[in-house]
C-alpha cells in the first residue's frame, strides 16, 4: 500500500485508535466519570457530562427539546425516561409539571443515586435500555430517551431499543428519541 500522505494517514490512526476519545466515548466513560466526579456546587446538568452549559442554557435547551410534546406533558399522569443519567431533564420536567410522576433508567448506579438525591419523589432503577423487562408493559403516557441511540452499535440494537420504548409506553402514547451529533 501507497500512503500519498503519510502525516495525514497516522494522524486518522491516531484519532481512529489511539486517542483516548476514541476509547471513552465506546465505553461511555465519559457518564460513568461525570457523575462519579459530580460536584455538589455545580447544577445537576455537569453530573450527566453537560459541564458547558449554564443552568439557563440548560434549562432553556431542555424546554425547546420538550416543545413538541408540552401539550401531552399538561395532560399526561407519568413519564419515564431512558437514559437519564442523574435526572436532569425530569428535574427541569418536573420544575414545569409538578403533578407529573418520574420515572427513569441509567445504566450509571451513581447517576442513579444522584437523581434519587435531587428527585426523591420519583422512581428511577439502573438498568439497560435494550433490555427493560422489569419495566411493565403499557405503563407511561410519555417516554422519552435524548442522546442514547447514538451509542447504539448496530440496527439491530436500534431496533430493539425502539421496540422496548413502544413496548412501555401506553397505547396512545407519545415516544420522542432525540439526539445530538458532533464532529466526534
Same mark, same amino acid.
Not at 476509547?23 to 461525570?34: A, D, E, L, P, V
Not at 459530580?38 to 431542555?62: E, M, R, T, V
Not at 438525591?117 to 403516557?141: E, R
Given at each position: 500500500?501507497?500512503?500519498?500522505?503519510?502525516? #495525514? =494517514?497516522? $494522524?486518522?490512526? !491516531?484519532?481512529?485508535?489511539?486517542?483516548?476519545?476514541?476509547? %471513552?466515548?465506546?465505553?461511555?466513560?465519559?457518564?460513568?466519570?461525570?457523575?462519579?466526579?459530580?460536584?455538589?456546587?455545580?447544577?445537576?446538568?455537569?453530573?450527566?457530562?453537560?459541564?458547558?452549559?449554564?443552568?439557563?442554557?440548560?434549562?432553556?435547551?431542555?424546554?425547546?427539546?420538550?416543545?413538541?410534546?408540552?401539550?401531552?406533558?399538561?395532560?399526561?399522569?407519568?413519564?419515564?425516561?431512558?437514559?437519564?443519567?442523574?435526572?436532569?431533564?425530569?428535574?427541569?420536567?418536573?420544575? #414545569? =409539571?409538578? $403533578?407529573?410522576? !418520574?420515572?427513569?433508567?441509567?445504566?450509571?448506579?451513581?447517576? %442513579?443515586?444522584?437523581?434519587?438525591?435531587?428527585?426523591?419523589?420519583?422512581?428511577?432503577?439502573?438498568?439497560?435500555?435494550?433490555?427493560?423487562?422489569?419495566?411493565?408493559?403499557?405503563?407511561?403516557?410519555?417516554?422519552?430517551?435524548?442522546?442514547?441511540?447514538?451509542?447504539?452499535?448496530?440496527?439491530?440494537?436500534?431496533?430493539?431499543?425502539?421496540?422496548?420504548?413502544?413496548?412501555?409506553?401506553?397505547?396512545?402514547?407519545?415516544?420522542?428519541?432525540?439526539?445530538?451529533?458532533?464532529?466526534?
Amino acid at each position: 500500500m501507497i500512503i500519498k500522505n503519510p502525516k #495525514k =494517514h497516522y $494522524k486518522a490512526i !491516531l484519532k481512529k485508535y489511539f486517542v483516548p476519545n476514541a476509547f %471513552i466515548r465506546r465505553y461511555n466513560i465519559y457518564f460513568k466519570i461525570s457523575a462519579r466526579f459530580y460536584n455538589k456546587n455545580k447544577p445537576l446538568h455537569h453530573g450527566s457530562f453537560w459541564y458547558y452549559l449554564s443552568q439557563a442554557q440548560w434549562d432553556n435547551f431542555i424546554d425547546s427539546l420538550l416543545e413538541p410534546i408540552n401539550e401531552s406533558l399538561e395532560k399526561a399522569n407519568n413519564l419515564f425516561e431512558v437514559g437519564m443519567g442523574c435526572g436532569a431533564a425530569l428535574k427541569r420536567i418536573h420544575q #414545569k =409539571h409538578p $403533578k407529573l410522576s !418520574l420515572n427513569g433508567l441509567d445504566p450509571e448506579k451513581k447517576a %442513579i443515586k444522584l437523581a434519587h438525591k435531587h428527585l426523591p419523589a420519583g422512581k428511577y432503577s439502573v438498568g439497560d435500555g435494550l433490555n427493560m423487562n422489569k419495566i411493565p408493559s403499557n405503563s407511561y403516557d410519555i417516554v422519552i430517551s435524548h442522546c442514547v441511540i447514538i451509542y447504539l452499535k448496530n440496527l439491530t440494537q436500534v431496533k430493539q431499543f425502539c421496540n422496548e420504548l413502544i413496548r412501555i409506553a401506553k397505547p396512545g402514547a407519545k415516544i420522542m428519541i432525540t439526539s445530538m451529533i458532533d464532529e466526534h
